[in-house]
């Protein structure tokens, strides 16, 4: 069983920052790639940030510049650091991990996603 923990979320002032962190744990082989989403009510679930292994990334146009996404490989975490929020990132933010992990057939390569933490960005 692989199990994503994320942490991090909150309330903050426009301008403000908060830092998300997403732990990923359980029988993973590596990490093809780690990401976060976010969803507000009403819309659908939309990338933020994602990251390689390699250390490749790749930012929604609506964040770059205020967002910086890092994984850590050897604690299989992954972090979002975002800066300047504003009220309309406020959303639930979903973590997402693409692994190789061990299954009853051998390894296998399977999308994971994690609870969900809210970010609230508001005077």
């Known amino acids: 069983q692989v199990q994503l923990v994320e942490s991090g979320g909150g309330l903050v002032l426009p301008g403000g920052s908060l830092r998300l962190s997403c732990a990923a744990s359980?029988?993973?082989?590596?990490?093809?790639?780690m990401g976060w989403y976010r969803q507000a009510p009403g819309k659908q679930r939309d990338l933020v940030a994602s990251?390689?292994?390699?250390?490749?990334?790749n930012y929604a146009d609506s964040v770059k510049g205020r967002f910086t996404i890092s994984l850590d490989n050897a604690k299989n975490t992954v972090y979002l650091q975002m800066n300047l929020l504003k009220p309309e990132d406020t959303a639930v933010y979903y973590c997402?991990?693409?692994?190789?992990?061990?299954?009853?057939?051998?390894?296998?390569?399977?999308?994971?996603w994690g609870q969900g933490t809210q970010v609230t960005v508001s005077s």
């Open positions: 990251v390689t292994r390699g250390g490749n990334t």
């Open positions: 997402n991990a693409v692994l190789s992990v061990q299954t009853t057939w051998g390894q296998s390569r399977r999308s994971y």
């Open positions: 359980g029988s993973i082989f590596s990490i093809y790639a």
